[in-house]
């Protein structure tokens, strides 16, 4: 009966999405434009965002706030020090729930929880602009509780944003130290003739990283391919406010 039950659940939250509030937009933007993020924001990801700055560059930075000074497997989390210096600098703070929630599955009162927890802690840095799954994981439950609070939720599905897309269902790519830097081409290749968006993410960025990051090498190598072709470098918020 329970399993009858969800799935009548789930049938009707995926409708009530479709129905009320998928956010769809023209994604356009002349020349295309990309956007770095980082997710946790490990500490190491200040030595991302210093060679952003390097280039004249912002990032988007998604802090999972009860996280922040704590270890993880991909390193130490910024503390909240950290991250208001780093909003001073110019550079997006994002939401990544509370306690790095998987939302998939999760019942809407933890949802809604994890939403005030996370929104009141970044509210000095405005923290609440842009919104990143954790694990990549949601479901139309999520997506009804989120898609009010944030200009746009990102995912980890793979792909460039343009023509008609949904703001609640963002695609974005990794930055791995297993990345291959062709595949890096053909994305770059794809936002240039769509006047797209791209958008990249990993985790640490060190010299031995973990397995969602990258070493400062392989960043910079990606960050050379987008000079090279010329394209706008700006925060999920900045290309949100633009389109």
């Not at 994890?114 to 949601?138: I, Q, V």
């Amino acid at each position: 009966m329970n399993a009858v039950i969800d799935r009548a659940v789930s049938a009707f939250e995926t409708r009530r999405y479709r129905l009320l509030n998928r956010r769809e937009r023209d994604i356009v933007y002349k020349g295309g434009a990309v956007s770095f993020t980082f997710d946790d924001f490990p500490h190491s990801a200040l030595d991302g965002a210093a060679m952003l700055e390097e280039r004249g560059w912002r990032g988007t930075f998604y802090l999972s706030t009860a996280l922040a000074g704590h270890d993880s497997n991909v390193g130490q989390i910024a503390d909240l020090a950290s991250v208001m210096a780093l909003h001073a600098r110019g550079h997006e703070i994002g939401n990544h729930t509370d306690s790095h929630l998987r939302c998939q599955g999760a019942p809407k009162a933890v949802l809604k929880r994890e939403l005030k927890a996370s929104a009141d802690a970044l509210a000095p840095a405005d923290g609440n602009r842009s919104f990143a799954f954790p694990f990549g994981a949601y479901d139309a439950s999520a997506l009804n509780v989120f898609s009010g609070s944030f200009d746009t939720l990102r995912t980890v599905q793979r792909g460039v944003n343009h023509g008609r897309a949904d703001l609640n269902l963002l695609k974005a790519n990794p930055i791995y130290e297993s990345t291959q830097l062709d595949t890096v081409r053909m994305l770059l290749d794809e936002t240039v003739a769509n006047d797209g968006w791209l958008i990249f993410y990993t985790h640490d960025v060190c010299a031995r990283p973990s397995d969602f990051g990258c070493t400062p090498a392989r960043f910079d190598q990606v960050l050379s391919l987008v000079a090279q072709r010329g394209l706008a470098v700006e925060t999920v918020a900045g290309v949100f406010a633009s389109l």
